[in-house]
């Protein structure tokens, strides 16, 4: 299993601005992928982060308001843009290595929008 | 899109107490997943099944992969108070590469 810090682990935000999420695990993995989640709640898969290009967007997320970055196969970034109160929620870093889908999660960032 | 239902979605049960979560789809899944969440944490993987009919055992928690690999079930013998979390099933498709599919979950409450 993969060891993975997530930070910040919580951030009150003002509406309009932007809070980005960093993702470090202790070893070299092949997928990392954002998730957003409502306390309580299920997993919305956000994007995969691709190293080195561009991420893959699920249906209903937009490069624009989430960029995200993969410099290289042990750290990612998610970026939640232009604040609004509906994006307050929990946002989770996860991995998973070679061809198994078995996924290992940070502690999540709980996002609160003022 | 492959969904998966889970049910019940909230379960309040007495310590010592059985208790069992569904997860339940149209879809066939090369692999089913269960995680549990603990508020403020990340969901911690409990157990895949990948064949069909199988039947896996962690402890008092029993998991089964039905037949046709579209449900699965967990089940938790004389539930203690350290059950009390957020179970969460997740299926891996063929064509979805590493993606998973998160089931809504089930929020299981065990009352000392």
């Known amino acids: 299993s993969a060891v993975i810090s997530q930070k910040p682990s919580r951030d009150i935000c003002q509406r309009g601005t932007s809070l980005t999420i960093q993702c470090q695990v202790d070893?070299?993995?092949?997928?990392m992928f954002w998730y957003r989640q409502q306390p309580g709640q299920s997993l919305t898969l956000i994007a995969t982060?691709?190293?080195?290009?561009?991420?893959?967007?699920e249906s209903g997320f937009v490069i624009d308001k989430f960029p995200i970055s993969r410099p290289n196969l042990t750290f990612s970034t998610l970026t939640v843009s232009n604040l609004s109160p509906e994006d307050s929620s929990i946002y989770l870093c996860?991995?998973?290595?070679?061809?198994?889908?078995?996924?290992?999660f940070g502690q999540g960032t709980r996002l609160t929008v003022v | 899109t492959q969904l998966l239902e889970q049910s019940p979605q909230f379960l309040s049960i007495q310590e010592g107490e059985n208790l069992t979560v569904y997860c339940n789809s149209s879809?066939?899944?090369?692999?089913l997943q269960w995680y549990r969440q603990e508020p403020g944490e990340g969901p911690v993987l409990l157990v895949t099944v990948v064949t069909g009919g199988e039947v896996k055992k962690l402890k008092r928690l029993t998991f089964q992969f039905g037949d046709a690999r579209k449900d699965s079930s967990l089940h938790i013998t004389a539930a203690q108070p350290g059950d009390t979390g957020l179970y969460l099933c997740?299926?891996?498709?063929?064509?979805?590469?590493?993606?998973?599919?998160f089931g809504g979950g089930t929020r299981v409450l065990v009352k000392p």
């Open positions: 997740a299926g891996a498709g063929k064509a979805a590469g590493n993606k998973l599919t």
């Open positions: 996860s991995v998973s290595q070679g061809l198994s889908t078995e996924a290992f």
């Open positions: 879809s066939v899944f090369s692999s």
């Open positions: 982060a691709n190293q080195g290009s561009e991420a893959t967007y």
């Open positions: 070893s070299q993995v092949t997928m």
